[in-house]
């Protein structure tokens, strides 16, 4: 059946330094993604998106990566800040029709310290 | 980003009540959803929304649960029954003729 899910449920990392939150799939039909960074006690925020006919796609400070050989897509976070402490889903929604239902994955928790 | 309000912000209900979440979103939009999200877990579907109709519901969006828009701008959630495992923040979501879904701020639903 579909699937989303994280490898890492926290992360932690220095204010400045780089962030990866990786995401694995399992819905070989998925054809679109989605990172949404989620603080407490706030929706789900967009923050970038790709397709599955392209590898990587660049927005402000993040970049998100699809590996379609591998069901895998993460999210790169440039010069991390405190702002960027949150937790993070990917999202993945299938091809076809009116089907655009997303599925999320469990989430990661990222620590940006000080 | 487009946006959209979500009332009321918190809701407490005793169990078998009724509730209504509402959904109002500031600009246009074709297609609309509702997910949940119980405390400390992930976001699930519940159902989407198109042309004043269900598109697609999920295993959870059982009888108890229906969606309208009344006056062609709020999206309203309604649960018949509540159930104390219906207690989870209920998110609204619009989106256009792009798979991109902006999401509103949340309804807590605590059932008590």
């Known amino acids: 059946g579909e699937s989303v899910g994280l490898h890492l449920p926290t992360l932690s990392v220095q204010e400045g330094d780089n962030s990866i939150i990786n995401c694995a799939y399992s819905?070989?039909?998925?054809?679109?993604f989605i990172w949404y960074k989620q603080e407490s006690g706030k929706g789900p925020q967009f923050i970038i998106d790709?397709?599955?006919?392209?590898d990587k796609r660049q927005g402000q400070r993040v970049t998100v990566l699809l590996n379609k050989t591998v069901k895998h897509l993460s999210l790169q976070i440039a010069a991390t800040q405190p702002g960027d402490s949150a937790v993070y889903f990917c999202?993945?929604?299938?091809?076809?029709?009116?089907?655009?239902?997303?599925?999320f994955g469990k989430g990661t928790l990222l620590t940006v310290n000080p | 980003e487009p946006e959209v309000t979500q009332t009321p912000s918190h809701q407490v209900t005793q169990m078998g009540q009724e509730v209504i979440l509402r959904c109002v979103p500031i600009?246009?939009?074709?297609?609309f959803y509702w997910y949940r999200q119980i405390l400390g877990q992930k976001v699930e579907f519940l159902v989407s929304?198109?042309?004043?109709?269900?598109?697609?519901k999920s295993e959870i969006f059982d009888d108890q649960f229906s969606v309208e828009r009344p006056d062609g701008s709020n999206f309203t959630l309604k649960i018949r029954s509540t159930k104390l495992e219906d207690s989870a923040m209920y998110f609204c979501?619009?989106?256009?003729?792009?798979?991109?879904?902006?999401f509103g701020p949340g309804t807590r639903l605590t059932v008590l």
């Open positions: 999202a993945e929604s299938g091809s076809g029709g009116s089907n655009y239902k997303l599925t």
């Open positions: 819905n070989s039909a998925s054809d679109y």
């Open positions: 790709i397709r599955s006919n392209m």
């Open positions: 600009s246009n939009h074709l297609y």
């Open positions: 929304f198109y042309n004043n109709e269900i598109s697609e």
């Open positions: 979501a619009l989106g256009r003729l792009t798979d991109t879904q902006y």
